[in-house]
């Protein structure tokens, strides 16, 4: 083999490495952002259901001191309500984690 061959063979070894390099960048890449993805829709979430269990007190305080109610229950309607939004966010950030545990297999 002569030198321009083998400078050759050496060029292209190092073309097809550069490639599959690329690929697998650009493949981590994408992933990577997908995770962050993930992470930034459940911090949005937590801050939803911090927002939901504040006017879950409000509802509270209301029920009480303005309303003058002597007992509050999980099928009072205004507290029933944010219950079921409070359940849907935490399914929801669940079902997100869920996903994000997964990517990092």
């Known amino acids: 083999m002569t ?5 050759k063979e050496l060029l292209d070894q190092g073309v097809a490495a550069s490639k599959e390099f690329a690929q697998k960048a650009g493949a981590k890449a994408q992933d990577l952002g997908e995770r962050g993805i993930l992470v930034l829709e459940v911090k949005q979430l937590e801050g939803q259901a911090q927002k939901l269990l504040s006017r879950l007190g409000n509802e509270a305080y209301r029920a009480f001191a303005e309303q003058n109610q002597e007992t509050l229950g999980r099928n009072t309607p205004e507290i029933e309500s944010v219950l079921a939004e409070i359940t849907k966010v935490r399914e929801t950030i669940e079902q997100k984690e869920t996903e994000l545990r997964n990517r990092r297999v």
């Not at 030198?3 to 400078?7: A, I, K, L, Y």
Request: hydrophobic share 40%; proline share 0%; net charge neutral.
């Open 3 to 7: 030198f321009s061959e083998r400078m």
